[in-house]
C-alpha cells in the first residue's frame, strides 16, 4: 500500500496537532516530507546539530543518551503518532539523545524554519508546542532519577563478610530481645550459683570476666557498624545530590527553550522591534 501522505486528517491524531484548528493542521501537514529508514538505522546521534522533527508514522524509534558512566541508558520508545527530535525543532540547538529505528520507520519530516514561522503567524499554536515539550522534560526527569543506583543495592554490592557479621550484632546488640535474653541469662547464672551445684561463688569473678570480654568485644563491633552507617549516609546523600542536579539541569533547560520561543513570539507581535522592558 503507497504511504498516507501528510494531511490534515492524520495530523489530528497527534498530541500535539489536534488542538489546532482543520486551517492550521492544513497549514502544518504543508510543510511537511515524507522520509523512511530501515531497521536499526541511526536518525541522529546525540550533540548532532538539531533543527528537523520527525513525526512517526509507523514503527518504532529508541531514544537514548549515555550516562557519566558512559553506560547506554534508553529515555523512552516513541510509538506512531509522537514526535521525534521536538526540542532541536524549538531552540536549533544540538540533539539531546540518539535516535535509531528500531524497525522500519515511516516518518513525516518538518523543519525549523517553515515551523518557527508558522508559530509566529499563529501564536496560539506555541501553547500546544510548549505543552509537549514540558511533558517530554518531565519524563525524561523521571527516567534520570530512576537511573541513579539505589543506594542500598550499592552499599550491600560493596559489603563484605565482616561488614555484615558487624551490622548483625550491632543490630542484635541494640534490641530489647538482647536485653531480655542478658538479663535473663544473669539471673540464671546467680540463681544458679546460689544452689548447691554452684561453680562461680559470689561475687562471681566468672560471670564478671564473661561480662568484660562480652563489653570488650561488643564495643569495636559497634563502632564498625556506625562506621558503616556514616558511609551509607554518604552514599545516599551523594545520590540525592546528583538526582537534584539532573532535575536542574533539565528544569533549566526546559526555562531557556521557553524564553527562547516567547521572545520569538514577542518579537512577532512588535513587529521585528524589541519590547522594552520595565
Same mark, same amino acid.
Given at each position: 500500500m503507497p504511504p498516507m501522505p501528510a494531511n490534515a486528517s492524520f495530523l489530528k491524531d497527534i498530541p500535539l496537532f489536534s488542538p489546532m484548528d482543520e486551517q492550521e493542521r492544513t497549514a502544518v501537514a504543508s510543510l511537511m516530507d515524507e522520509i523512511t529508514f530501515k531497521s536499526g538505522q541511526q536518525l541522529f546521534h546525540e550533540r548532532d546539530q538539531?533543527?528537523?522533527?520527525? #513525526?512517526? *508514522?509507523s514503527g518504532r524509534i529508541e531514544l537514548s543518551v549515555l550516562d557519566e558512566s558512559g553506560e547506554k541508558l534508553i529515555v523512552d520508545i516513541l510509538e506512531p503518532g509522537e514526535l521525534c527530535g521536538e526540542l532541536s525543532l524549538l531552540d536549533g540547538g544540538t540533539r539531546s539523545t540518539t535516535?535509531?529505528?528500531?524497525?522500519? #520507520?515511516?516518518?513525516? #519530516?518538518?523543519?525549523?524554519?517553515?515551523?518557527?514561522?508558522?508559530?509566529?503567524? $499563529?501564536?496560539? =499554536?506555541?501553547?500546544?508546542?510548549?505543552? =509537549?515539550? /514540558?511533558?517530554? @522534560?518531565? %519524563?525524561?526527569? +523521571?527516567?534520570?532519577?530512576?537511573?541513579?543506583?539505589?543506594?542500598?543495592?550499592?552499599?550491600?554490592?560493596k559489603s563484605? #563478610?565482616?561488614?555484615?557479621?558487624?551490622?548483625?550484632? /550491632?543490630a542484635f546488640g541494640g534490641s530489647w530481645r538482647f536485653i531480655f535474653l542478658f538479663l535473663g541469662f544473669m539471673g540464671f547464672w546467680m540463681i544458679l550459683n546460689a544452689t548447691p551445684l554452684k561453680w562461680d561463688i559470689y561475687p562471681f569473678i566468672l560471670l564478671n570476666l564473661i561480662l568484660s570480654s562480652l563489653a570488650a568485644l561488643q564495643a569495636p563491633v559497634i563502632m564498625m557498624s556506625q562506621n *558503616? $552507617?556514616?558511609?551509607?549516609?554518604?552514599? *545516599?546523600?551523594?545520590?540525592?545530590?546528583?538526582?537534584?542536579? +539532573?532535575?536542574?539541569?533539565? @528544569?533549566?533547560?526546559?526555562?531557556? +527553550?521557553?524564553?527562547?520561543?516567547?521572545?520569538?513570539? %514577542?518579537?512577532?507581535?512588535?513587529?521585528?522591534?524589541?519590547?522594552?522592558?520595565?
Open positions: 538539531g533543527g528537523i522533527c520527525y #513525526v512517526i *508514522r535516535a535509531v529505528a528500531l524497525t522500519e #520507520v515511516e516518518a513525516l #519530516v518538518l523543519e525549523r524554519p517553515e515551523f518557527v514561522d508558522f508559530l509566529r503567524r $499563529q501564536p496560539d =499554536a506555541s501553547l500546544d508546542v510548549l505543552s =509537549a515539550l /514540558a511533558k517530554r @522534560i518531565r %519524563r525524561a526527569d +523521571k527516567l534520570l532519577k530512576q537511573r541513579v543506583q539505589d543506594p542500598n543495592e550499592l552499599i550491600e554490592d563484605s #563478610v565482616g561488614d555484615r557479621v558487624a551490622d548483625a550484632v /550491632a *558503616r $552507617q556514616d558511609a551509607k549516609d554518604r552514599v *545516599r546523600s551523594d545520590a540525592e545530590y546528583r538526582v537534584n542536579v +539532573k532535575a536542574m539541569v533539565e @528544569i533549566s533547560e526546559l526555562h531557556e +527553550k521557553l524564553d527562547k520561543l516567547r521572545g520569538e513570539l %514577542r518579537l512577532h507581535h512588535t513587529g521585528g522591534r524589541p519590547t522594552p522592558t520595565t
